[in-house]
């Protein structure tokens, strides 16, 4: 559905996209993660053809975005970040103004626009003064204009944005039930949100795309980077200092507890040789080791370790490690 070749974007002296591709297929829904200022509002405005890249090539449905942003813009459905709302419209009267811009008309008009208000679930508020209503409702009259021409793609700039948690859920249950065979790009700043909702993220970071696949997926891939869980009962600051020297190991965490017990974090550069070292360690020095477990990797810990990283260190999404 979606093709992105090169993709560059500058303002000036600001590369704000820099040469990403990746390809999203008809039913996937992806999920756009990254720190604030990383490029995913860009990137979004260049894949519904409202914004021409600088560089390189995107096409929807096999349209050229800079050629034909009207074929683009017939095809995907688009919620930006800050939804110019026309905020002295009644919602009704708003959606059906927008219905006609995008060429509904009579009776197909009017049965559209009650239904979409059925889908986003905004038919008992329909009547309202948009200006009236509260954040969540203005983000779903946004959902709704984008749905109004049924666009076989939704692009959706972080809809649960300033939503309190009810709505959240309520939202992200529409789109949910709007995904079916419908492809969406969604952006989130929410981990758990992407999570729940996407079966792929795009992890970008300065303009770069750092990371692309499942939870899983990239689970999996980052396995070995997990941290290793220590339960140690010893004096905490020389069993901090001791542990740091095996394999200048970094601790994570550190908590200790009124027993004595003393709880690492770590993530060791090799894990087999941390683990022995750490076994000769405690029986040298008498300690009682607890616990030596393997600390789960959540997408949590892989979107830090991405974000936070020096972009030369993230290289591995070029060179396919
Ligand atoms: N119209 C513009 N003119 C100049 N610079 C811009 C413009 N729009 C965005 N930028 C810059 O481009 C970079 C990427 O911005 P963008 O809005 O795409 O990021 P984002 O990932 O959506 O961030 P956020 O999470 O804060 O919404 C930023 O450095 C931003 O300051
Ligand atoms: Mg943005």
Redesign the pocket.
């Given at each position: 559905m979606f093709q992105v070749e090169n993709l560059t974007k500058r303002?000036?002296e600001?590369t704000?996209?820099d040469n990403i591709s990746f390809t999203i297929e008809p039913g996937e829904i992806c999920g756009f993660l990254?720190?604030?200022?990383?490029?995913?509002?860009?990137?979004m405005r260049i894949l519904t053809g409202f914004m021409p890249p600088t560089e390189g090539r995107v096409t929807v449905a096999g349209f050229d975005v800079f050629k034909n942003p009207m074929e683009v813009k017939r095809r995907v459905g688009y919620l930006p970040?800050t939804t110019p709302i026309y905020t002295d419209m009644r919602v009704a009267e708003y959606l059906d103004f927008v219905a006609e811009v995008k060429g509904l008309r009579g009776n197909a008009k009017t049965r559209k626009v009650a239904d979409i208000m059925e889908v986003t679930r905004i038919t008992d508020r329909q009547r309202y003064l948009i200006s009236s209503l509260s954040k969540g409702y203005r983000q779903r009259v946004g959902l709704a204009q984008a749905l109004l021409n049924d666009p076989e793609a939704l692009v959706l700039?972080?809809p649960s944005i300033g939503l309190d948690p009810e709505q959240i859920i309520e939202i992200r249950s529409i789109i949910k039930d709007l995904s079916g065979k419908r492809t969406v790009i969604l952006?989130t700043?929410i981990l758990p949100e992407a999570q729940s909702i996407c079966s792929r993220m795009m992890i970008?970071n300065r303009?770069k795309l750092v990371a692309a696949d499942s939870t899983e997926g990239l689970t999996k891939k980052f396995a070995t980077s997990g941290r290793i869980n220590v339960k140690l009962l010893a004096p905490p600051d020389e069993a901090k200092s001791a542990i740091e020297a095996i394999d200048s190991v970094d601790v994570v965490s550190v908590e200790n507890d009124e027993t004595g017990v003393s709880v690492f974090s770590v993530a060791p550069k090799n894990k087999t040789g941390f683990r022995k070292a750490l076994t000769r360690l405690a029986v040298k020095k008498d300690w009682e080791l607890l616990e030596l477990s393997e600390g789960a990797v959540t997408l949590e810990d892989i979107y830090i370790k991405l974000v936070t990283e020096e972009p030369t260190q993230t290289k591995f999404a070029e060179n396919g490690e």
């Open positions: 303002y000036g600001v704000a996209v990254g720190p604030n200022g990383a490029g995913k509002t860009s990137t970040e700039d972080e952006s700043h970008i303009g």
